[in-house]
C-alpha cells in the first residue's frame, strides 16, 4: 500500500496562519520536504514538531523525486512545504507533484497562506477575474516585453517581485501599462505589513523617497477601463488562440475577455458567420 504525499501551506509570516490540519498533518507524516531545513525547523520547533526533513529546492529536486517516490511508494507518507506560503506556488514541487501522480501516489492539498490571494483579498481591486503571473522577469526588456503580453489582458494581474528590483518593475508597468490601478503589497501578514495604492509612476516616486525598500513584495495590476480596438475577425481570433494551444472553448474564452463580449455572443456570431 503506497502513502500519502502531503501539500502543506505554511505561514507567509505570522506563525499563526497555520491551519489546524497543517500541524496535525505535520506530526503524522514520516518525513517533511522542504526548501531549507533551517527555515522549517524554526517553524517545527515552535510547534514542538519532531520529524525527519529532506532537503528539497530547485538545484536539487531533479535528483530528489526518485528518492522522494519510492518512500512513498514504499508505505511511508511525506509532506512537502516551502519556506513560506503554498507549495508549487512559484515554488518547487511541479516534478516531485507529477511523479507522485504517474506512481499512482494520493496528492492531498492542505490549504492555507498564499501571497497572492492575500494580497487581492485587501488590494482594493477587481477580484471577479485575476491572474497569477509568478515572478517578473529580471531585465528590464523581458520586463516589458512579459508586460506587453499582457496589456490586453481585462484580469487583474498579480506578480511577485524582489525588493532591490520593484523600482525599475515599476518604471516598466507605468512604460507599458500607462495609468492603471497598482498595489504594492509589502510584508504581508508580518508587523510592518503595508499596502500602496495609486500608479506606477505614484508608487514609484513613493518608494524611491525612502532609504532603501524591504520585504517580500506582492505587484498587483488592475484591469484596463478601455478595451483596445481589434479589427480581427473573431474567427481568425479564435484560429489563432488555438494555434497557441489554447482549447476551443478556452480559445472563445480569451478572445471575448479581450473584445469585452460574452463567451455565448462570441459563440454565437462564429456559429453564425457573423465573425468572418
Known amino acids: ?46 510547534f514542538g514538531i519532531d520529524k525527519p526533513m529532506v532537503s528539497y529546492h530547485e538545484h536539487n529536486e531533479a535528483g530528489r523525486v526518485v528518492d522522494l517516490v519510492e518512500r512513498l511508494t514504499g508505505g511511508g507518507s511525506g509532506a512537502l512545504v516551502s519556506d513560506a506560503g503554498t507549495p508549487l506556488i512559484s515554488d518547487p514541487g511541479y516534478r516531485l507533484v507529477q511523479a ?3 506512481a499512482a501516489v494520493p496528492v492531498v492539498p492542505i490549504p492555507g497562506a498564499s501571497a497572492a490571494v492575500s494580497a487581492l483579498s485587501a488590494a482594493g481591486l477587481p477580484t471577479d477575474a485575476f491572474r497569477f503571473c509568478g515572478f517578473l522577469p529580471p531585465k528590464s526588456s523581458q520586463r516589458r516585453k512579459t508586460l506587453e ?7 487583474t494581474l498579480i506578480f511577485y517581485e524582489t ?7 515599476l518604471v516598466d508597468v507605468t512604460a507599458v501599462m500607462g495609468l492603471r490601478p497598482v498595489v504594492v503589497a509589502r510584508e504581508l ?8 495604492r495609486g500608479t506606477a509612476a505614484e508608487l514609484h516616486v513613493e518608494l524611491s523617497s525612502r532609504p532603501s525598500v524591504k520585504g517580500e513584495i506582492t505587484l498587483l495590476i488592475g484591469k484596463s477601463d478601455t478595451i483596445e480596438a481589434d479589427d480581427t475577425p473573431l474567427e481568425k481570433a479564435v484560429s489563432t488562440a488555438e494555434q497557441q494551444g489554447l482549447s476551443r472553448m478556452e480559445a472563445i474564452k480569451q478572445v471575448a475577455r479581450q473584445r469585452g463580449l460574452s463567451k455565448r455572443e462570441v459563440y454565437r456570431l462564429i456559429a453564425g458567420d457573423g465573425g468572418r
Request: with cysteine.
Open 1 to 46: 500500500m503506497t502513502g500519502t504525499l502531503y501539500i502543506i501551506a505554511t505561514p507567509i509570516g505570522n506563525l499563526e496562519d497555520i491551519t489546524l490540519r497543517a500541524l496535525r498533518v505535520l506530526r503524522e507524516v514520516d518525513w517533511i520536504a522542504c526548501e531549507d531545513t533551517r527555515q522549517t525547523r524554526k517553524l517545527l520547533d515552535h
Open 163 to 169: 525588493p532591490h528590483r520593484i523600482l525599475e518593475a
Open 149 to 155: 503580453q499582457w496589456k490586453s489582458e481585462t484580469a
Open 100 to 102: 507522485a501522480i504517474a
Open 189 to 196: 501578514t508580518k508587523v510592518h505589513e503595508e499596502f500602496l
